[in-house]
């Protein structure tokens, strides 16, 4: 059974850089798309950046666009999301998750299997 797990996230100063990962079960790590979605408080989930299965095409946001980097390490069937310059703003529930397939997407009901979730905190 396909199953995501993120870790790493925590409290930072604004400013400050913080990378979450997540790690995923499949014996097919490269038919996934992954992607980052997060929930600030009081707001829907969004997305934030995906990477496609071979790792050659990236999305991001415009809200993190230049800030953050997502990148995918297939030897250990994980993808990290590198989180620099962060902002009050940035503070949400960040989750993982894969998609079907190696295209990139960047809508919530695109993706198939999804994480619990790890919390980001800036301080301002």
């Known amino acids: 059974q396909v199953q995501v797990a993120e870790s790493g996230g925590g409290l930072v100063q604004a400013g400050g850089s913080l990378r979450v990962s997540c790690a995923m079960t499949?014996?097919?790590?490269?038919?996934?798309?992954m992607g980052w979605f997060r929930k600030r408080p009081g707001e829907e989930r969004e997305f934030v950046a995906a990477?496609?299965?071979?790792?050659?095409?990236?999305s991001y946001a415009d809200s993190v666009k230049g800030r953050f980097t997502v990148n995918r390490d297939s030897a250990k069937n994980t993808v990290h999301l590198q989180m620099d310059s962060l902002k009050s703003d940035d503070t949400a529930v960040y989750y993982c998750a894969a998609k079907r397939g190696p295209l990139l997407a960047t809508m919530t009901s695109q993706y198939d299997y999804w994480g619990e979730g790890t919390q980001v905190t800036v301080s301002s």
């Open positions: 499949t014996v097919a790590f490269s038919a996934y798309c």
């Open positions: 990477i496609s299965g071979d790792g050659a095409k990236r």
